[in-house]
């Protein structure tokens, strides 16, 4: 269990995380949803103990995690940077990670190697953007780290390499139940391997739930302006747009079967919202900010 | 496989439905892992633990021990008779709304019907 307690992180003037109080059960996949600026960098590099908190605290599994060996030694975490001399060859850089890495597994690394095309004799200097991003991924799972942080670890990667990462993350989660934080934009294509998802935005936790309870929770109801307003009033609505007469409303919270019969039945269509979709309305406009608190 | 209409774990249990209703998954059958199935559809293994524990819970599936999840014996015999039960509102009545609003009456479906196919 990580118990996140206030924990607050400041630069100067500027409050990056601000008061969060998370718990989060180990062995599970969670998703870090933020927009670009909202504190999600900030809050897993306390959560790694790579930054010290300016307030609260980040205790695993009942221990202070700041500069704490064992936990340390427990935690891994990859960022859009690979951490390591840019002269350094990639055989120096698995090395360094094993010898640090209770749990790292060589073999493993190497077939991940071979998966993502790296030749191990290259130095990261010489690494395409995708291929460094590649390398954090074998570094980030090849050390099956108790703690497994990831962020934005897809840059570069194109869409056979981000899918063949999605297929590994998940087999290796399976074979090797840990905890795992993924922080990303790119929502469609991992919501699906998330157990939680957490939502920050300006510093603050809009939403911590399961994932799979997130689907569903947006509807978008569309249909005559009138029989639209009638539909939604008294609903929590989180954006509309409307074309001449036919209005478009999103809706958060699930609506009962009943409602959704008798809208159709008003000449109503009701559509799905996917868990991206909802995650943009709610962190869009400053307006909504308290529906999901 | 899935879509945003609604939880994962209930399309999960649908499906298994929709395949001992069908035959594809026979009585006394055991059925694929939570893991497996994760890894086969690419989904957290949480997700699929709970449309399988659904199953477990409406007597669709049953546990043996440290073996697997197995297709009750009556798991079939069962979801059909709910499925005939929500046919008639679920399946013909709307169409009988949607051909009422359209303009075809009812003699010209059962004409339909009626006709060799």
Redesign the interface.
Same mark, same amino acid.
């Given at each position: 269990m990580i118990e996140l307690r206030g924990l607050t992180v400041r630069y100067g003037d500027t409050v990056a995380v601000d008061d969060v109080s998370l718990e989060l059960p180990s062995g599970v996949v969670y998703g870090l949803l933020g927009r670009n600026g909202s504190g999600k960098t900030s809050l897993l590099s306390a959560l790694a103990s790579y930054r010290k908190p300016s307030a609260g605290s980040v205790r695993v599994d009942g221990a202070e995690a700041f500069e704490n060996p064992a936990v340390m030694r427990a935690t891994t975490f990859i960022r859009d940077t690979v951490d390591a001399s840019d002269q350094d060859r990639i055989r120096r850089v698995l090395c360094l990670a094993a010898w640090l890495r209770p749990g790292w597994d060589s073999d493993y690394a190497a077939k991940l190697l071979d998966l993502f095309q790296l030749d191990p004799r290259k130095r990261v200097s010489a690494l395409s953007r995708g291929q460094k991003s590649a390398l954090g991924v074998v570094l980030g799972l090849a050390a099956r780290a108790p703690l497994t942080i990831l962020d934005e670890v897809y840059l570069g990667m194109d869409a056979v390499a981000r899918t063949a990462f999605y297929r590994e993350l998940l087999a290796d989660y399976l074979a090797h139940p840990r905890t795992i934080v993924l922080s990303t934009h790119l929502i469609e294509e991992v919501a699906d391997l998330f157990e939680r998802v957490i939502i920050i935005d300006r510093g603050r936790v809009l939403l911590h739930e399961e994932a799979d309870a997130l689907r569903g929770r947006g509807v978008t109801v569309t249909g005559p302006v009138a029989a639209v307003d009638e539909f939604v009033a008294g609903r929590t609505v989180l954006g509309e747009r409307s074309l001449g007469g036919v209005r478009a409303a999103t809706v958060y919270g699930s609506v009962p079967p009943a409602d959704v019969a008798r809208g159709e039945a008003a000449g109503l269509t009701f559509g799905p919202v996917g868990l991206q979709e909802l995650f943009v309305h709610l962190t869009s406009s400053s307006q909504h900010l308290e529906v999901a608190r | 496989m899935?879509?945003?209409?609604? #939880? /994962?774990?209930l399309q999960i249990a649908d499906g298994i439905k929709n395949d001992v209703l069908s035959g594809a998954l026979k009585e006394d059958e055991q059925v694929m892992s939570t893991?497996q199935y &994760? &890894?086969f559809?690419? /989904?957290? #293994? &949480?997700?699929a633990a709970?449309g399988f524990a659904q199953l477990v819970d409406e007597g669709v599936l049953y546990k043996k021990r440290g073996i697997g999840m197995f297709v009750s014996p009556d798991a079939r015999e069962k979801l059909r008779a709910a499925r005939r039960e929500r046919f008639f509102t679920e399946v013909v009545d709307p169409m009988l &709304?949607e051909a009422a609003r359209i303009g075809i009456g009812v003699e010209e479906i059962v004409r339909h019907l009626g006709a060799p196919r």
């Amino acid at each position: 269990m990580i118990e996140l307690r206030g924990l607050t992180v400041r630069y100067g003037d500027t409050v990056a995380v601000d008061d969060v109080s998370l718990e989060l059960p180990s062995g599970v996949v969670y998703g870090l949803l933020g927009r670009n600026g909202s504190g999600k960098t900030s809050l897993l590099s306390a959560l790694a103990s790579y930054r010290k908190p300016s307030a609260g605290s980040v205790r695993v599994d009942g221990a202070e995690a700041f500069e704490n060996p064992a936990v340390m030694r427990a935690t891994t975490f990859i960022r859009d940077t690979v951490d390591a001399s840019d002269q350094d060859r990639i055989r120096r850089v698995l090395c360094l990670a094993a010898w640090l890495r209770p749990g790292w597994d060589s073999d493993y690394a190497a077939k991940l190697l071979d998966l993502f095309q790296l030749d191990p004799r290259k130095r990261v200097s010489a690494l395409s953007r995708g291929q460094k991003s590649a390398l954090g991924v074998v570094l980030g799972l090849a050390a099956r780290a108790p703690l497994t942080i990831l962020d934005e670890v897809y840059l570069g990667m194109d869409a056979v390499a981000r899918t063949a990462f999605y297929r590994e993350l998940l087999a290796d989660y399976l074979a090797h139940p840990r905890t795992i934080v993924l922080s990303t934009h790119l929502i469609e294509e991992v919501a699906d391997l998330f157990e939680r998802v957490i939502i920050i935005d300006r510093g603050r936790v809009l939403l911590h739930e399961e994932a799979d309870a997130l689907r569903g929770r947006g509807v978008t109801v569309t249909g005559p302006v009138a029989a639209v307003d009638e539909f939604v009033a008294g609903r929590t609505v989180l954006g509309e747009r409307s074309l001449g007469g036919v209005r478009a409303a999103t809706v958060y919270g699930s609506v009962p079967p009943a409602d959704v019969a008798r809208g159709e039945a008003a000449g109503l269509t009701f559509g799905p919202v996917g868990l991206q979709e909802l995650f943009v309305h709610l962190t869009s406009s400053s307006q909504h900010l308290e529906v999901a608190r | 496989m899935f879509d945003d209409r609604g #939880p /994962i774990y209930l399309q999960i249990a649908d499906g298994i439905k929709n395949d001992v209703l069908s035959g594809a998954l026979k009585e006394d059958e055991q059925v694929m892992s939570t893991n497996q199935y &994760a &890894a086969f559809y690419r /989904i957290n #293994p &949480a997700t699929a633990a709970k449309g399988f524990a659904q199953l477990v819970d409406e007597g669709v599936l049953y546990k043996k021990r440290g073996i697997g999840m197995f297709v009750s014996p009556d798991a079939r015999e069962k979801l059909r008779a709910a499925r005939r039960e929500r046919f008639f509102t679920e399946v013909v009545d709307p169409m009988l &709304a949607e051909a009422a609003r359209i303009g075809i009456g009812v003699e010209e479906i059962v004409r339909h019907l009626g006709a060799p196919r």
